[in-house]
């Protein structure tokens, strides 16, 4: 233990001594449990480098309207399964819970494979609402490239990292000097695609594993580059992340999926930033496509005072949400970032930063 915080203590030094004044963005929820749980925000802070979380939970960067055709989908009498996060996550009016609590068939599955379970053993309807990064991706893909069953199909809310990286950088809404890249969607997607995000916007990045002392090598790693004035993408995480990727996953899903414009929560449309099945044989929107046919042109808002977005975007911390710790609570979310486990509120809540610099 000694060790570890000798080796903390140290690296925080050797920050100090570059003498950077410089914000980060990570896109990971699990970095923000570490960095939060760790107390690392304010010992960084102290050391000239404000880090700030961008739309790294999944479930949060879901939008109002894929909630919506979930719902309208089992209202349908089709069974709906997803991962439980999603269940409370709010649509327009209630959520996926309280649309199994009216009497439709919604179910929390573990894995995809679970889901392909029911449709084979109880010969129903079933749509798996599919969520996640690169990082899931694969394992969608297998399934629907493995011949599934006629009564299965997919509703595809699956998203891209890089592109919202792009994306917040273009809009310019915040100042960023850097990305630590998640280390999960990393051991995918490796460090190919965050290259050509450091080529046209010159951006220093460096891919972090999960224990603080990662997260402060990553951080040590940035400051070293914007000292220097040079922009490469980095990797810290070389115990498992190769620079190509996993290249068996990465053909799985070219193979499967294909790229699509949309909006994430908080964000206009992202170019090329979801993925779509290829085949309309198991894709649900196709399928069903008259039962999903009022909500395709209808735009959806956030909440009364719910300021999800901004804090996907990295505008705002989350206590500086009006409704944080009040009206939006774990056991009564607002927004989705209350729900994860991933989303940056529920972690502050979690680990009781109720307030500014508390």
């Known amino acids: 233990m000694h060790d570890k ?28 449990d570490t960095i939060v749980k760790n107390g690392l925000e304010e010992l960084l802070k102290r050391a000239g480098i404000e880090i ?24 349908d009498g089709k069974t709906l399964a997803t991962f439980g996060d ?17 009497g439709c068939d919604v179910r929390v599955v573990y894995s995809v494979e679970d889901c392909l379970k029911i449709a084979t053993n109880e010969k129903k309807e079933v749509v798996f609402m599919a969520i996640g990064f690169e990082t899931t991706a694969p394992s969608t893909a297998y399934v ?18 890089p592109p919202a990286m792009s994306a917040l950088l273009r809009m310019g809404e915040v100042r960023i000097d850097g990305f630590i890249d998640p280390g999960h969607v990393s ?7 965050y290259e050509s995000v450091t080529e046209e916007y010159k951006i220093p ?4 594993g999960f224990e603080a002392y990662d997260v402060l090598l990553a951080c040590y790693m940035l400051a070293l580059q914007f000292k220097n004035r040079t922009s490469k993408v980095e990797n810290e995480y070389k115990r498992a992340v190769r620079h190509d990727g996993n290249d068996t996953a990465l053909k799985l899903i070219n193979e499967v999926f294909k790229k699509r414009t949309e909006k994430w929560r908080g964000f206009p449309e992202i170019e090329n930033s979801v993925l779509a099945p290829r085949e309309c044989d198991h894709d649900a929107r196709r399928i069903y496509e008259d039962a999903l046919e009022d909500i395709k042109s209808r735009e959806f808002v956030e909440p009364e005072g719910c300021r999800c977005g901004d804090v996907l975007r990295g505008i705002i911390k989350s206590w500086d949400c009006p409704l944080f710790g009040k009206a939006c609570r774990p056991d009564k979310p607002v927004g989705p970032c209350m729900v994860s486990r991933e989303g940056s509120c529920n972690i502050s809540f979690r680990h009781g930063l109720l307030t500014k610099g508390a």
């Open 86 to 102: 999603m269940m409370r996550v709010p649509g327009e009016k209630c959520s996926l819970m309280d649309a199994r609590a009216e």
């Open 5 to 32: 915080e000798n080796a903390t203590r140290a690296l925080v030094d050797r920050i100090k001594e570059l003498n950077v004044e410089m914000r980060v963005m990570h896109v990971c929820g699990t970095h923000q």
């Open 144 to 161: 629907l490239g493995s011949e599934p069953p006629e009564n299965f199909s997919v509703l595809s809310c699956h998203r891209l990292i």
């Open 187 to 193: 051991t995918i997607i490796g460090m190919k695609p």
């Open 52 to 75: 700030i979380q961008g739309p790294g939970c999944p479930v949060c960067v879901t939008t109002t309207k894929e909630i919506e055709e979930a719902i309208a989908l089992a209202r």
């Open 205 to 208: 990045q460096v891919i972090a």
